[in-house]
Structure formats: C-alpha cells, structure tokens
DNA sequence: TGACATCGGATAGTAACGCTCTCCAAACTG
DNA sequence: CAGTTTGGAGAGCGTTACTATCCGATGTCA
C-alpha cells in the first residue's frame, strides 16, 4: 500500500508518518520507484505499537523508538530480557542529584527478602516516588508498603506466568507487558477505589 | 523568610519560583514592603508538593494547579472526593475521536459485579489503555484481567483504609495517594517481577 | 503525447511546555 | 551614600512532537 492509505488505517496524518520514518520509528518501505514505496501490515502494525506506546505508555518518542530497537533485536536470554527491558525505560537519573545516602527502599527490600539486583535502577525509582509521598505528606509508612507489596507480588506473578516459553516472544511480551500494563492496572485500581468504597460504606 | 532562601530551602531556582508564583501555583508571600515579601513553611511544603506531582507524578503544571485547587479547598463530602480528584486528572478525551461503541471494560465490571460509575473517565482510560495491549499484540484476555482485578481489589483496599477519618485530611490523602501511589506501585511492580522471576526459576 | 494530480523526500516552521534571562526601581546593607 | 539585593514583569530559549511548504520525479487519464 501506499503512504497515505497506511495514513488512512491507522488514523496518523501523512505529515507525522514521513517524521517517523525519518525519526527511524517506522521501517521505510519497498522503494517501487524512487517516487513510489510500498506499505505492508507490518508498518500499520508498527505504527500503532507507537501510539500505543507514546499515547497510552506515556513514553517519549526517543524511549519509544529504544524500545522498539529492544524488541526486534532476536535471541537474548531470558533474565537478560527484564533488565534491558527496564533499563531501557526509565529516565537517566540527572548526574550530580541529591543522593541521600541510598534511601530506604533498598534495606526495606531486604528485610522483606526480595531477590533484586541492588542496582537496579527502579530502586532509585521507589526511592524518589516514596520521598514524594512522604514530601507530599501522605502516611506511607512500611507497614503500610508491606501490605502494598504483598499484592504487588501477587501481580508480579501474574506478570511472569503469562510470559511465552517461547523467546521471540518472550521479549516482546516483557517489554510491551512492562510498559503497556501499567495504564490498565493504574486505571483498575481506580476504578476498584471507587468499587470498594461504595461496597464497604453503605451509602444514605 | 525570603525568595532566595525558599529556594535555597526547596532546592528550586529563583526564577522557577517566580515563575510558579505567576502562575498561581505558589500563593504569594506576605508583601513587607515593595520589594521584600515574607515565606513560610506553608510555602516550602507548597513547593515540595509542585514539584512531586509534577516530577515523579508527572502531571504537567496546568494540571498541578487543578489537583492543588481541590485539594485546597475545604469541605467536600466523602464520596465527591474521589470523583472530584479522579476526574481532575484524566486528560479530556479529544472529542470526534474512534467511539468504538463503549469498549469491553464496562460489560466484563458488570460481569464482575464491580459498583463503578458508568460514566466514569477511568473506563475510558481502561479502554485505551485494554485497546493498546491489543495493538501491540499482547495476550490480555479477560481470565488474566480478572486474575489482575483480583489482586489490585487487595490494593484499593489498603487505599480506602487508610484514608483518614478527618474530613479535612481525607480529601488531600485520597487526591494526592491517587497520584502519587502510581508511580511507587509501579516500581515496586518492576522490581517484584524480577523478584518473583528470581525465585521461580533457579539460575544457573 | 501531454496536461495534471500525486507521490516520497527534504527543509523549515509552529504550538505548547517549562523554565530562564534581562531589566527595573525600590529598599536594604555596610 | 555607594553598592548589592529584592520582588515583579516581560521577553526569550530549548525541547518535543508534530505540520506546512516546496520540489522534482512519476503515475494517470484524455
């Protein structure tokens, strides 16, 4: 197909397909002739794993088009896969920042005995999100992230079992579940706010 | 205290507080005279509380603003909080977009019994986020959705329990631990995959 | 064969966002 | 009383994600 009926089923303008096929988001296509290139399912595929990814992922056009670069590099190992899946994901901490001392995410996780590469750049993530809470003045205390946890992993497992023996598409799974799973749970847990508090109280 | 030493304090440049100030999201100091205005600690938390929900929430300043509104202002009644908040934050749908006739995630609550308000944004929000799972070809079929929706009922439970009595601190709690909550699950959700995936497969 | 719309490709322009810089006169400091 | 600092206002800047314009080659229909 040409470019504006790939532009056509997928909803993006011809303009924001010919930026990402120079951005190297999108594959360019079959050159036909040098004023004519063709178009195959792949490309409206891909294009759509790009919206999903910046429009429902929040993601960065760059971070998208890493990730992109992640899932169709075949053949890595599987624990390789979770953490250049995540690495790839989340924002360089900006050098020379307050680092107070390590935080206590990291000794919280092992006292609960989590299994986690202690520099995993995600515990720099708990870290900062957790001091927002309390800067925020939100009663999180690990009492209260011990019970979080509980479920998280519970979650986690979920995550994990649904993972494909197979490992073409295991990495595309990991990576895409990563990333693509958090709107759905953080749009569930909403909604399951608002289940459990009509549920718990009886309204008048 | 001064401009200066409320960014000394904050860790925020002067300039950037000026420009929080213009934009109504930093209430003003008390003006001493012409040129000298007078900060407190009301401002310092004020400041933390921006730069929270903007950084780690990731909600852009315009938004920042909506959230600080209602948490500011007193007196709502329980059950309009959550709505309130809620709504404050899911950026308007752009209208004349695909109305694909409602999406799954209404009928599969029902389904489920969940007592959620059918107009509420967050279905929207689950939809877009379901349908992008979809495009980028991962299997999220409605048995996995409920193993999900099973565990995150767990978690929405410790929200709704730990939302204080005190009406006045109920309001900034459910409002900002809807927020800030996310990003906190969200890391430790990383970081319990690869616990789990440490655990359940013996290395070699 | 020729008029003419259409194509891909390259370049430049744009709108929103989140600051940041410059200027100013009043006021505080030594 | 010289010199610095302050708060306030405005314009300017860098990044991101497009969008609009132009171009010459090409396909298409008369």
Redesign the interface.
Known sequence: MRLAELSERT?VSVATLKYYLREGLLHPGATVSRTQADYGDSHV?RV??V???S????LSLATVGRVLEVITTPGQD??TV?ETA?RSLVRPREPGA?DDGQGRASPW?QSRD????PH?P??D??D???L??D??????DEE?MD??????????????A?VPADPEGAV??VV???I??????????????????????Q?P
């Open positions: 909803g595929e759509r794993l919206r999903a990814l429009e429902v992922g929040g599987w624990i979770l995540q307050d996780l989590w299994h986690v590469d995993d995600f515990l993530e708990l900062r999100a957790w927002a809470c800067h925020a003045g939100i009663g999180l209260r019970h979080y946890a509980d479920q998280v992993v519970g979650i986690a497992e979920i995550d994990v649904s595309r799974q895409l579940g990563t693509l799973l958090d709107p759905v749970l953080s749009a569930l847990r909403k909604l399951a706010q608002q289940h459990v508090s009509m549920t718990r109280t309204r």
